[in-house]
């Protein structure tokens, strides 16, 4: 905007929009939405965007609600910024899942079927708990501990501890000492 369009203040005047009623209304129904309920806040959604929400949490319900509340009275996007933003969503790589992490250093690869966190059948992992060293072979479908079979490091933990473990913490040492071999 150049200088000749822009309209003169005086030094210490306020700058007013033409709709500022309509603004303090909106704030006000927008300060409100916090003390609406899930339903409610759903409903409001469907009035405002013409089609049921996409999600059920009550945060990003609220944060919608208030954009298009604010978007309706003030005008929304210029086609300009439009284009500008479709132009930025196509140039970027967009990841569609997230990224896998690595789990204590161990390979994130899948081999067939099998959980890319164990090792090959075959391997015994070992630990100490409660002042006994624990021996578990990895098998190709499960776990032998003590002569029985396991479908899982978690029920080998269980059967060892008598409460419920992730088996991939409850072996952690021994798997990180392997993937540090490998």
Request: glycine share 4%; with cysteine; hydrophobic share 35%.
């Amino acid at each position: 905007m150049d200088s000749q369009t822009e309209p003169l203040l005086a030094p210490n005047e306020p700058e007013t929009t033409p709709n500022e009623p309509q603004m303090s209304q909106i704030w006000h129904e927008i300060d409100a939405l916090e003390h609406r309920s899930a339903a409610q806040l759903r409903l409001r959604y469907e009035e405002l965007f013409g089609e049921a929400p996409p999600c059920r949490h009550r945060q990003s319900l609220v944060r919608r609600l208030a954009w298009r509340l604010q978007a309706l009275t003030e005008g929304d996007l210029s086609e300009r910024a439009r284009h500008r933003a479709a132009a930025i969503a196509r140039d970027a790589d967009l990841r569609l899942t997230a990224p896998r992490s690595p789990h204590d250093g161990l390979p994130l690869s899948r081999r067939g079927d099998r959980d890319a966190r164990l090792p090959r059948p075959g391997t015994i992992l070992t630990r100490r708990f409660e002042d006994r060293i624990i021996t578990v072979e990895v098998l190709e479908n499960g776990f032998r501990y003590e002569g029985e079979v396991y479908r899982s490091l978690s029920a080998v933990a269980r059967k060892i501890s008598g409460t419920q473990w992730n088996g991939f913490l409850f072996f952690a040492s021994a798997l990180n000492a392997i993937a540090r071999k490998a």
